[in-house]
């Protein structure tokens, strides 16, 4: 977690884009990205200039001789500020988008970006405030830059493409990934999902004594091979997909800060037809497919076309909230699972396409549970209800786990950031509760309960918590009417006196 300076140095590099003429967040944040992307390069030459030395290798890892004035370290420590700016919009940025198309998948998706600060000024403060920054803290490095994400939201701009950091955790806790799985978001954005995924596998099985994941039933999947095994959970495991190049510039970004160097991310529709086409072995499950997605959709979108048919043959819709949960499903491997944020509109629409899509889910699949969101979790949608929907591919349901959370305690953006280990943690313990049977979860009026996939096929496959949710209804006692009347007639008789009084004051 970064201190109170950090915090500080962050807010002030953000003032000073805000204030120095780039007033669109997702701008500051690229622009910020850049450089520090920039200063993270020199850091590396560095530290592979340190390691040379002890061996016979060349000196020149990311930087040729002919480059050396490429170099973060030497640049920006140029007197003046218009030569900076210069040799940073021609000679820099362009190097940098070769260097990270050889090294990073960040390279990708700068192919075509510029420079966007005009102003020498404010370049020379970026850079200032960035040399502050703990980038050689590796530890800190990803939270750093979750709390720069995190401007997204508090800026008031594009905040639908940020899910709460409590939202995320618990999701991923609830689905629990292991080392050997791999991981996908159809909707990405800046991949907080994958990020969030990556953190659950390093904290809980980067160490031998920590609990060991079984992979086919046999073989023992402990924390050293994790360790062991670590550059290929980095390359191989993590796949996000959105058609927003600027998402996918952040999302690259942000899984580099955490140890994924060269996630799988591609700019694409997943509900348009070239998906399959150009990802057949990821978008069939039946094919390769994912063992895990997480995800938070758009909500209320509508497409006027080129869906692929495959989706089309379960619901007969255009509303990307339904054919997101078809897409998900057909894209898992057989007993693979799924937490997807969706809004109150797929859990109690009365089309057919909404129909058939629960219909669906619940008889064609093992819907695992429904969690009520409270309300406001999403800013960019005031007022609008979701939920989480947890769900394993395959089989058939027979119960399905709801929890009620009306409250996260959290509904302060700042204090999400600063106490995520706290979010929501109710949830969990009571769906792993659910999950082991510890306790039957009859009581409907409870905040965690079950219903059966019976009594929901005879609700129409409605899954708003609101329709299953018993109420205690207390007996509230009152008093005879003569009693309340009496007492009104008194009063009236007291108010008459004290008007009488007051009159004869201001005679």
């Known amino acids: ?52 030395l002890r061996s016979d290798e060349s000196p020149h890892h990311l930087f040729r001789v002919d480059q050396q004035t490429l170099r973060w370290q030497n640049w920006s420590r140029m007197s003046d500020g218009e030569d900076m700016l210069k040799f940073v919009r021609d000679e820099v940025f362009p190097h940098l988008r070769i260097l990270g198309g050889k090294k990073f998948t960040f390279g990708e998706y700068i192919k075509n970006v510029s420079l966007q600060i005009s102003k020498s ?129 952040l999302a690259a970004m942000n899984l580099m800060l955490h140890g994924v160097e060269n996630p799988d991310l591609h700019y694409i529709d997943t509900l348009s037809k070239e998906f399959p086409e150009k990802f057949p072995e990821i978008a069939d499950g039946e094919k390769g497919g994912l063992d895990i997605i997480l995800s938070n959709p758009p909500f209320k979108g509508t497409l006027a076309e080129d ?51 629960r219909e669906y889910l619940l008889d064609h699949n093992r819907l695992e549970g429904v969690i009520s969101l409270p309300c406001g979790i999403f800013r960019s949608f005031a007022g609008l209800s979701t939920a989480i929907l947890v769900f394993t591919k395959g089989g058939c349901t027979q119960d399905v786990f709801f929890y009620d959370a009306q409250d996260d305690g959290f509904l302060d953006e700042e204090k999400c950031l600063e106490h995520t280990d706290e979010d929501l943690s109710d949830v969990l313990i009571q769906y792993r509760c659910y999950r082991s049977g510890e306790s039957d979860f009859s009581d409907r009026t409870a905040k965690a309960f079950k219903v059966s996939a019976a009594d929901i096929r ?50």
């Open 1 to 52: 977690m970064i201190n109170n300076q950090v915090k500080n140095d962050i807010d002030r590099l953000w003032l000073d884009c805000a204030t120095g003429g780039v007033s669109n967040s997702l701008i500051i944040i690229e622009q910020i990205s850049f450089l520090i992307f920039a200063r993270l390069l020199d850091m590396e030459e560095a530290q592979h200039e340190r390691n040379a």
């Open 121 to 249: 000024s404010l370049l020379v403060s970026m850079v200032e405030q960035i040399e502050k920054l703990p980038l050689g803290n590796a530890d800190i490095q990803g939270d750093l830059y979750e709390y720069l994400l995190s401007k997204l939201t508090t800026a008031g701009i594009h905040g639908q493409f940020r899910t709460p950091r409590h939202i995320i955790k618990l999701m991923v806790e609830l689905i629990d990934p292991k080392p050997f799985e791999t991981i996908g978001d159809l909707a990405c954005g800046t991949a907080g999902f994958l990020v969030a995924a990556m953190e659950h596998l390093r904290k809980a099985y980067a160490k031998p004594e920590l609990a060991e994941a079984l992979e086919g039933g046999s073989n023992n999947y402990s924390g050293e091979q994790f360790e062991y095994n670590q550059a290929h959970i980095r390359h191989g495991r993590f796949h996000g997909f959105d058609f927003d190049a600027t998402m996918l510039r």
């Open 307 to 357: 869906v692929h048919p495959s989706l089309l043959k379960i619901v007969q819709t255009k509303k990307s909230e339904l054919l997101f949960i078809v897409l998900v499903l057909h894209m898992l491997k057989s007993g693979g699972r799924s937490a997807i944020v969706v809004s109150d509109g797929v859990l109690l629409g009365s089309s057919k396409a909404h129909l058939a899509a």
């Open 458 to 507: 005879a609700h129409n496959f409605e899954l708003s918590i609101r329709r299953y949710r018993g109420i205690n209804h207390q007996e509230v006692k009152c008093e005879e009417p003569k009693v309340i009347l009496a007492r009104m007639q008194a009063l009236e008789i007291e108010i008459q006196r004290d008007m009488i009084e007051l009159e004869a004051m201001l005679r």
